[in-house]
């Protein structure tokens, strides 16, 4: 391909004038030998690294892991005799590096690491971007060499890991450790080419206490020899932000043929009985957009700091307790982490530039399963509360952050994860579905996930096939959407499908019927109301409601009592501001208790904008703190300027 030529022969001229320019190589197809990654200090283009074997001990006490990775490397086309391997890390402790033919003939080799903690960068900008990216390990790897061994150790403070002592877990017995490598954490706990434009297999082995067991993204080998030792094997290529680890007291419960769940002993039956509909779920993504290519399907419900609602690991999704409302009604971001089997984990995004490619097609899907499996009602629903929320961002973000294929230079790519990528991605193929027709549509889109199976792709290559497989088929449909618009302007462009629900229709008038005092709170007709129809109705009333009104809503519905995370914190948002005090331990209590972003930005950040309520916010989380994973410590920190 000719592509790939080009590419090659850039490679030479733009090593000599550096990184920033290397960066620009990212408009070249990723399928092929070069695509930039500005959050990765590798150099697949030149070695790539195609296989990691892990051999990791966990230590409880000191939190830390340490062991081995072992790296399988490929020289790329017009690589240059003596070019190093480039390698990321953050905060590891390099012991040795060995170069050799196999793990028996292994010779030490010379190694260069950076400089991540002490900050010795030349300038502030520089120092920014170290801790940002962590330090790039260089490996002076001999020609000949296709195997390099690294033994290190992971620090304490590893950005992907959170260690939680027993009473942070359900059981409060067992100490619990979990990762989260998405998006740029990975490189904490494994030195790798932590870009999602470089796929690997893995293998893994992890010693641990043997009264705990070990889970990860992968297929579990067989025999449990030893006890306190587990080995999994994940076969099919992958990039490195999901590969995933955890070390808990966990119970497993069967689902179907090929699902089941994990969690802790005391929560298994609750997520069993929650998660009763993912074979069905499953099914229904089969059935349009191709097979389940990755064997088994299971889920691991952890301890409640988990940072995310969900994290679409292959095999194995990881999700927060939080969706445990005990009526199935937040089980679409079931659906949203299994449709990444398709958006995502099989056609990846080969740059974080790229993450609408992710999470907008997964969104997509996953408001196409919900309508398959419980109905037009509840996606249409879901649609609505997602399109609210995209309007909400839109207006307060400055125009660069509202594009989907959005400049992430010098940024944490996890700034990217807004409502943007997601619902406003979303929406654009929605538009096309419209224009094009569902039947059309689909095609395209199983096509779509044919043609790019196991390869990280770039917008650019999405663009060319959509313009190949889809526009050109039809001009006079083609011709009512400008693709320019949706993936490289900010707003919403004009003439999308705004979605609308006939239940959200009656919830509003309620509201209003209550407002305008003609129906009391507890004569409301609420009976068989879902969350999402709670939901709608909190966000239909005026930010500001007097405190009687807010007591007299709380008295009908014992809204600040209410165990459903999604009701509370909306209800919690609506105490904060209009300072209805009754609600005021609850809000402690769900701060110090839920670690997940989602719900604790808002909070802290409504908290945030009175000066009473900043030092609430502020001693609140001085108790929650500890509690929170890294990834939500480092955006409250930020948010609340503590630290
Ligand atoms: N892949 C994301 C989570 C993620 C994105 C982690 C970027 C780190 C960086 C996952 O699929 C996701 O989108 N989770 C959502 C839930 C979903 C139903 C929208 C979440 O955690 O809120
Ligand atoms: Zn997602």
Not at 122 to 130: I, L, P
Not at 133 to 148: C, D, Y
Not at 520 to 535: C, I, K, V, Y
Not at 582 to 608: C, H, V
Request: with cysteine; net charge negative; proline share 7%.
């Amino acid at each position: 391909m000719s592509i790939g030529i080009v590419a090659a022969s850039g490679i030479v001229m733009l090593a000599l004038i550096g990184f920033e320019q290397v960066a620009d190589a990212s408009q070249v197809n990723s399928s092929g030998p070069a695509v930039g990654d500005r959050h990765s200090h590798g150099n697949p283009d030149q070695i790539r690294v195609t296989r990691v074997e892990l051999d990791l001990t966990t230590d409880f006490e000191r939190k830390e892991l340490k062991g081995i990775a072992t790296l399988l490397l490929r020289r790329m086309p017009g690589c240059s005799p003596g070019t190093p391997l480039d390698l990321d890390t953050r905060e590891l402790t390099i012991e040795r590096v060995m170069a050799g033919p196999a793990d028996d003939a292994m010779k030490e080799v010379r190694f260069e690491l950076g400089d991540d903690r002490r900050g010795q960068s030349r300038s502030e900008a520089e120092a920014k971007m170290d801790r940002l990216l962590g330090a790039r390990l260089r490996v002076f790897v001999p020609e000949e060499e296709t195997r390099v061994r690294i033994t290190y150790r992971t620090a304490p403070t590893a950005s992907a890991l959170q260690w939680l002592d027993p009473p942070r877990t359900a059981g409060r017995q067992q100490p619990f450790l979990f990762t989260q490598s998405e998006a740029i954490h990975a490189r904490s706990w494994i030195p790798l080419q932590d870009s999602p434009g470089v796929r690997i297999t893995y293998g893994a082995t992890i010693r641990g206490p043997k009264n705990l067991r070990a889970v990860m993204s992968a297929d579990r080998l067989p025999g449990q020899e030893e006890p306190g030792v587990d080995r999994f094997e994940m076969p099919q290529p992958i990039p490195s932000y999901l590969i995933a680890l955890a070390v808990g007291d966990l119970g497993f419960r069967t689902l179907g043929p090929r699902t089941g769940v994990y969690a802790e002993p005391s929560v298994v039956a609750k997520a069993a009985s929650e998660f009763v509909d993912t074979e069905a779920m499953i099914k229904a993504v089969e059935a349009r957009y191709g097979p389940y290519r990755w064997g088994r399907y299971d889920l691991l419900v952890l301890p409640p700091s988990f940072p995310f609602g969900g994290m679409e690991n292959p095999k194995l999704t990881f999700a927060t307790p939080t969706i445990l409302a005990g009526d199935r009604s937040l089980v679409s971001l079931v659906a949203h982490e299994l449709a990444h089997s398709w958006s995502g984990n099989l056609v990846t995004n080969a740059t974080w530039r790229d993450f609408w490619l992710n999470e907008g097609f997964t969104v997509y899907l996953e408001r196409r399963i919900v309508e398959d499996v419980f109905g037009p009602d509840r996606a249409a629903m879901e649609a609505v509360l997602g399109l609210r929320e995209l309007r909400e961002e839109l207006a307060a973000f400055p125009p660069r952050d509202q594009v989907l294929h959005i400049d992430l230079t010098d940024r944490d790519p996890d700034d990217g994860m807004t409502r943007v990528p997601y619902e406003k991605g979303a929406l654009f193929l929605t538009t096309l579905e419209h224009a094009f027709g569902r039947e059309r549509f689909d095609a395209f889109l199983r096509a779509y996930f044919d043609h790019f199976a196991f390869q990280s792709i770039t917008t650019a290559d999405f663009e060319r096939y959509l313009q190949d497989q889809l526009l050109k088929t039809d001009p006079a449909a083609a011709a009512k959407i400008s693709v320019q618009a949706w993936l490289h302007e900010p707003g919403l462009p004009p003439g999308f499908p705004e979605p609308s629900s006939s239940r959200f229709a009656v919830v509003a008038a309620a509201a209003r019927d209550w407002l305008d005092g003609k129906t009391a709170a507890d004569r409301l007709s609420t009976q068989g109301w879902s969350t999402h129809e709670w939901l709608h109705f909190l966000q239909a009333l005026p930010l500001e409601l007097p405190s009687e009104k807010m007591a007299a809503l709380d008295q009908a519905f014992s809204l600040t009592a209410s165990g459903n995370a999604e009701i509370s914190q909306q209800w919690l948002l609506m105490a904060i501001r209009n300072h209805y005090a009754a609600a005021d331990s609850r809000l402690e209590e769900f701060l110090t208790s839920i670690g997940r972003r989602k719900f604790l930005m808002p909070l802290y950040g409504e908290l945030k904008k009175t000066a009473e309520g900043t030092a609430r916010a502020k001693a609140i989380y001085a108790k929650a703190r500890p509690f929170y994973h890294p990834i939500a410590v480092e955006s409250v920190d930020r948010l609340l300027g503590t630290h």
